[in-house]
T-cell receptor, first 112, second 115 residues
Framework: KNQVEQSPQSLIILEGKNCTLQ??????????LRWYKQDTGRGPVSLTI???SENTKSNGRYTATLDADTKQSSLHITASQLSDSASYIC???????????WGAGTKLIIKP | KAGVTQTPRYLIKTRGQQVTLSCSPI?????VSWYQQTPGQGLQFLFE???????NKGNFPGRFSGRQFSNSRSEMNVSTLELGDSALYLC??????????????FGPGTRLLVL
């Protein structure tokens, strides 16, 4: 069964600190993996999208990594800011049918 | 370019009623997907339309239906509303090919409350 699991479920860190969010998936055949940021009450916004051949991609203070062999991805946030408080969702696309499999997300809270 | 727009933004209905939600994708986008999001849950995929045809469907009952018009605008209909249908309904559009490499752009959502 195609699944995407994220950890931790929630995370609280102090402003200025770094953090890493994890995503494990069992989707096959794999097409690509995306990370989204969703502010409360709003639609998700794309941060990165990575294909099988890419193992790292950055977007400002966000860096995503992908290990297609172990089927794991991480999202690293550097020098966190209060505006980083949001849910971060990992999404994996199956090659066969364009369908996206969504993780439940990690709720990140940045405290001043 | 204007972003994805959804109407209405908020809606209150009672059990047994039906509701229609509307989504206008980014100009030029041909793929429109619909999602349901309940508190504490990930996004649950409802269906995807591409060039007026339903290309993918999630595991929702037949009470949930949709359609797409020739201008790519899409509507989602829920009949015989249940309390558990209370959720944020999100619409997302993606580019010209609508393929798995395309980035999805989300609208602000329609928050539905069923009493």
């Amino acid at each position: 069964k195609n699944q995407v699991e994220q950890s931790p479920q929630s995370l609280i860190i102090l402003e200025g600190k770094n953090c890493t969010l994890q995503c494990n998936y069992t989707v096959s055949p794999f097409s690509n993996l995306r990370w989204y940021k969703q502010d409360t009450g709003r639609g998700p916004v794309s941060l990165t999208i990575m294909t099988f051949s890419e193992n790292t991609k950055s977007n400002g203070r966000y860096t995503a990594t992908l290990d297609a062999d172990t089927k794991q991805s991480s999202l690293h946030i550097t020098a966190s800011q209060l505006s980083d408080s949001a849910s971060y969702i990992c999404v994996v696309s199956a090659q066969s049918n364009y369908q996206l499999i969504w993780g439940a997300g990690t709720k990140l809270i940045i405290k001043p | 370019k204007a972003g994805v727009t959804q109407t209405p933004r908020y809606l209150i209905k009672t059990r047994g009623q039906q509701v229609t939600l509307s989504c206008s994708p980014i100009s030029g986008h041909r793929s429109v997907s619909w999602y349901q999001q309940t508190p504490g849950q990930g996004l649950q995929f409802l269906f995807e339309y591409f060039s007026e045809t339903q290309r993918n469907k999630g595991n929702f009952p037949g009470r949930f239906s949709g359609r797409q018009f020739s201008n790519s605008r899409s509507e989602m209909n829920v009949s015989t509303l249940e309390l558990g249908d209370s959720a944020l309904y999100l619409c997302a559009s993606s580019g010209n090919s609508g393929g798995p490499q395309e980035t999805q752009y989300f609208g602000p959502g329609t928050r539905l409350l069923v009493l």
